[in-house]
């Protein structure tokens, strides 16, 4: 990809098939690196103009958890990019009420806003993708 | 390849990008532009500063789609558009801006 893959020029001379496409994301933000990948291929593929959603359950909710203090775990705290997907177009972001609830979490400990689902909402959810990626 | 500035020495990676964005310093965003033949106007420290801002508030580089928009919305119409931030960063506005102001390049671009 190059920068004149996600410009305006290339918008209007393309439009190809917009399928909706889901991020589920299940692990904690860090000890593994699979939360900080998948939030790096929401970015880049938001350049190709899909519809986008992101689900965070189990212990993925804790990705949008308030107060991440990464400095005595010499690793970068990346949660304040998730406010940054707004800028990308990627308004939809879900979570598992089930999983905020085992955690003792709710949505005002959260850095975004979101929408909370129950577990049968959310398959229903699922459900309806073109694409589920699951993280 | 490490860049040289009023006798100290930074450290890059290949493609000319700042290691440590600590050691970023004006004059340092100055000696880059020089090596691509780019004198740096208050229209490019504009952008540079608004992409510093950006960093130190989401903790990664736009996309240049993303910093087009943020531009327009903070500076005007007539600055967030495609062609007035490709006039002053003809290599892309995201990938040269982003390198003089001492920023990783933006994830997604090669």
Redesign the interface.
């Known amino acids: ?3 004149t893959t ?4 290339m918008d209007e001379e393309v439009s190809g098939v917009v399928k909706k496409f889901l991020y589920v994301n299940r692990k904690a933000p860090y000890g593994t690196i699979y939360a900080l990948e998948s939030l ?1 291929v929401v ?2 593929a ?2 190709f103009d899909q519809d986008v959603s992101l689900v965070f359950m189990d212990d993925g909710v804790y990705q949008l958890a308030k107060g991440q203090h990464t400095k005595s775990i010499n690793v ?3 949660s ?2 998730y ?2 997907l707004e ?2 177009d990627i308004e939809k972001l879900y979570v598992e009420k089930e999983s905020m609830d085992a955690r003792g979490l709710t949505a005002a400990d959260l850095i975004v806003p979101v929408t909370m689902l129950s577990t049968a909402e959310m398959a229903d959810l699922m459900e309806s993708q073109d694409v589920v990626l699951s993280f | 390849m490490p860049i040289v500035v009023n006798g100290q020495s930074f450290e890059t990676d290949e493609e000319g990008y700042l290691t440590n964005r600590n050691d970023w310093n004006e004059d340092l965003a100055k000696e880059m532009a020089k090596v691509d033949n780019c004198a740096l106007s208050d229209s490019h420290w504009e952008v540079i500063n608004f992409l510093r801002e950006y960093y130190d ?4 580089a ?5 910093l ?3 531009i327009g919305k903070k500076l005007g119409p007539d600055k967030g ?2 062609k007035y931030l490709y006039e002053l960063f003809p290599y ?4 040269q801006a982003c390198k003089y102001a001492g920023l990783p390049k933006p ?4």
């Open positions: 990809m190059n920068e996600g410009g305006v020029e790096e970015l880049i938001a350049a970068k705290n990346f304040p990019t406010r940054a800028g990308y | 508030e989401y903790q990664i736009p996309a240049v789609r993303v087009t928009k943020a558009n495609s892309g506005p995201a990938k994830t997604g671009c090669v």
